[in-house]
């Protein structure tokens, strides 16, 4: 599978922006997906992943109520919606595949066996 990110960009606190993850690759559809951040001087965090049929998802703790995960299986696209962006979500923002078919690992980055090449956010105070 080959990911590529794209729809970040420079937004203002409390803006929003919608990522966007095309991906290539027979076995799309049977990958658990996820969405991975990471901030200058940390490490990568897991933000969001979503099944293989796009009815469960995960949400960190940082970012539940803000952020949305989708995919569309017919396109090989995932999404991510952010909404009311703070400034501590400014990081480089991965799309990653999963090691696995079942959602049951999926908190980790070393859940992830593909990635794509990131895309930056931005939020400024």
């Known amino acids: 599978v080959q990911l590529q990110a794209s729809g970040g960009g420079l937004v203002q606190a409390g803006g929003s922006l919608k990522l966007s993850c095309a991906a290539s690759?027979?076995?799309?559809?049977?990958?658990?997906m996820g969405w991975i951040r990471q901030a200058p001087g940390s490490e990568r965090q897991v933000v969001s992943a979503?099944?293989?049929?796009?009815?469960?998802?995960y949400y960190a703790d940082s970012v539940k109520g803000r952020f949305t995960i989708s995919r569309d299986n017919a396109k090989n696209l995932i999404y991510l919606q952010m909404n009311s962006l703070e400034p501590g979500d400014t990081a480089v923002y991965y799309c990653?595949?999963?090691?696995?078919?079942?959602?049951?690992?999926?908190?980790?980055?070393?859940?992830?066996?593909?990635w794509g090449q990131g895309t930056l956010v931005t939020v400024s105070s």
């Open positions: 990653a595949g999963n090691r696995y078919t079942s959602f049951s690992s999926y908190q980790r980055p070393n859940d992830y066996e593909y």
């Open positions: 690759g027979r076995d799309f559809s049977d990958r658990v």
């Open positions: 979503i099944s293989t049929s796009g009815i469960r998802t």
